[in-house]
């Protein structure tokens, strides 16, 4: 995916960030040029988003990060960039 996404993704504090992160994934998606999405469709989308939030307590300690109580705009940015080329 490209690096850009994954900078916007590591940036997003507010709901604002995320709208932003969101808007450039959807640019990203319409040009199928430069998509290198592993799931580039809605439906394998989806089912690796969920894929991913069912197991990403591996995802944080893996980072060795405290899986947080409440997601942040921050974790949602980083929900959708992982669903993009989570198998």
Known sequence: MDAHLYELADQVVTRQDLARL???MAETAGSTETLDWENRTLA???ESLAAWIGSMDAYFHNQGIDEPDQPSWWLIGEMLTAAAIYE
Do not use: E
Request: aromatic share 16%; glycine share 0%.
């Open 22 to 24: 969101v808007a450039a």
């Open 44 to 46: 394998t989308f989806l």
